[in-house]
């Protein structure tokens, strides 16, 4: 079964920072990897699809890169409604499985 | 629009069931598959599996194998999850969400683009 390892678990940023989070995968899923924003007390939102696709309507500061086993997410420049949690996500045909990473906490320092 | 209706919370107690309720509107119920997801409290996103609304065929996550039933009624563009023998470590938000499947040269992707607002599920004696 594939893993995926998110990094770090959590962070401290001010409005304005650069914030990259990685998620490193336990063998290689190409560039099938989707990222995910999650606030308190509210459904998870799509942010990133297959790596790098940025899904409509979400703001051109965040964006994805990495294939193989190593992938991150990036927010330029961070703004007070991106303190959330985020989860990258995987889709493996053979077995079966769905598998999200443990998530990485950003918060206002 | 495209949306996801769930049903509201439910407290069950421990061996007891609940069946949770998904509403698809704004779209074709049937050309999307639609996942489950639960979210303990304070913790991660957990995959229980997934069905297709056309064919009804099921795929679960091992881990809820023999305990999970995943069916729909097309007439209605609802989907449906139902966990059985709950247990207290069963308390969690369950979401619905809609499934997409893009393809290149080379592999598949999946991820989901629209999601339920989630049911509150709480196992307590």
């Known amino acids: 079964a594939i893993q995926l390892t998110q990094s770090p678990s959590s962070l401290s940023a001010s409005v304005g920072d650069r914030v990259t989070i990685t998620c490193r995968a336990s063998?290689?899923?190409?560039?099938?990897l989707a990222w995910y924003q999650q606030k308190p007390g509210k459904a998870p939102k799509l942010l990133i699809y297959?790596?790098?696709s940025l899904e409509s309507g979400v703001p051109s500061r965040f964006s994805g890169s990495g294939s193989g086993t190593d992938f991150t997410l990036t927010i330029s420049s961070l703004q007070p409604e991106d303190f959330a949690t985020y989860y990258c996500?995987?889709?493996?045909?053979?077995?079966?499985?769905?598998?999200f990473g443990g998530g990485t906490k950003v918060e206002i320092k | 629009q495209v949306q996801l209706v769930q049903s509201g919370a439910e407290v069950k107690k421990p061996g007891a069931s609940v069946k949770v309720s998904c509403k698809a509107s704004?779209?074709?119920?049937?050309?999307?598959?639609m996942h489950w997801v639960r979210q303990a409290p304070g913790q991660g996103l957990e995959w229980m599996g997934r069905?297709?609304?056309?064919?009804?065929?099921?795929n679960y996550a091992q881990k809820f194998q023999g305990r999970v039933t995943m069916t729909r009624d097309t007439s209605i563009s609802t989907a449906y999850m139902e966990l059985s023998r709950l247990r207290s470590d069963d308390t969690a938000v369950y979401y619905c969400?809609?499934?997409?499947?893009?393809?290149?040269?080379?592999?598949?992707?999946?991820?989901?683009?629209?999601w339920g607002k989630g049911t509150t599920v709480t196992v307590s004696s």
């Open positions: 969400a809609r499934d997409q499947t893009g393809t290149t040269d080379y592999y598949y992707y999946y991820y989901m683009d629209v």
């Open positions: 704004g779209y074709t119920f049937t050309g999307y598959y």
């Open positions: 069905i297709n609304p056309n064919s009804g065929g099921t």
């Open positions: 063998q290689g899923i190409s560039s099938a």
């Open positions: 297959d790596a790098s």
């Open positions: 996500q995987q889709f493996n045909s053979y077995p079966l499985q769905l598998t």
